[in-house]
């Protein structure tokens, strides 16, 4: 059987990234394919030293720092990849990698990270972030956008079976595409952090500091908490705007290597998180470093942090990205922070650990293989109509009947 597995854009080794280098593990003989791969050597390695196929947008000019700009030409892009060849594709998809083109007697299962998101629910701030809410510059974005989100809609119809990251993005894939999706939540190098148990006096956060994230809010919120000590990593455009709150009890050390990460992450007695993901990565990793979450309560952190109302709690919710509302959270942590221990939070993120994601995907794709072969013998296909299979972990079990392709 050959297989193929499709990604949006290699350029950076991030949360999808993460999710690429998992389904490598499980399917390691796969060929991968990509829009454009300008990945490192050391990023390289988690791929398992593997270079993707590429299209035309790889030979245009500053098509590796400037990749977004050729947004309108990746669906055309992406069609044009040939797999014709392949009897199991797999689609690792934020963006156009799901629009591939696919042949009845192929199966097409797409991991969805999100519908494109900056051409459905959250196209308005997308744009009044980047300044193109007004204008002739706006206006052709907008009509860009529309025409993404008819390709992206019509596509999903090439998609077999829909698989996603959260239950806050099966309602998105619901929405967009009127389809529905099994949820496997994606992996997370919970190995790679430790339990630790004392804390010292201080709450941390890091994160790229882009508009959504939040992060000049979190320092703001703090400078309003002289007493309280914050210490952030991370860099990016907003930097200057966190800079300029200039709150003596708020440390600002931009970009750290990993390891200064780790360790800052494991000592701190909370980790705070303002934006709205669809999974989100790092409430987990401070998690399983035993350390609980102050997080605003909304998207995929509703299902990775158990709040007060639960039996064994992590972390606490605010329910809006303001000022006040996160100091009313921090006050309520710190009132609140002995219901939250250190072993519930790490006990709560090996749930989402890569071992599990990767016995959850190979699981789904063999019983959907085995499917497509009932599919050519009705008398079969009928009887295991009638004895659908459990997909999942006792994370959350989600059960799909097994239908031919």
Known sequence: MKIAIVHDWLVTYAGAERVLASLLNVWPNADLFSVIDFLSDQDRVHLGGKVATTTFIQRLPKAKTHYQRYLPLMPLA???????????IISSSHAVAKGVLTG???????????PIRYAWDLQHQ???????NRGLKGALARMILHYMRLWDQRTSAGVDDFVVNSRFIA???AKAYRRESTVIYPPVDTRGFSLQEH???????????VPYKRMPMIVEAFAAMPDKRLIVIGDGPEMAKAQAVRAPNVTLLGYQPYAVLVEH??????????????????????????TPVIAFGKGGVLETVCGLDQPQPTGVFY??????ALIAAVSEFENTSSRISAQACRANAERFSCERFEAEIKYFVDSRLAAARLGRNPAQARAAQANPVVVGSDLSPRVVPIKSV
């Open 78 to 88: 992406i069609e044009q990849l040939d797999l014709s060849g392949y009897d199991l």
């Open 104 to 114: 009845p007697d192929q199966l097409h299962i797409s991991y969805v990270h999100s």
């Open 126 to 132: 997308y744009l009044n972030e980047a300044g193109l």
């Open 171 to 173: 309602a998105r894939v």
């Open 199 to 209: 804390k010292q006096d201080y709450y941390f956060t890091a994160s790229r500091m």
């Open 265 to 290: 992450m494991r000592n701190a007695k909370a980790f705070v998180f303002a934006a709205e993901e669809d999974f989100g990565i790092s409430p987990v990793e401070a998690q399983a470093c035993g």
């Open 319 to 324: 329910d809006e990205q303001s000022v006040s």
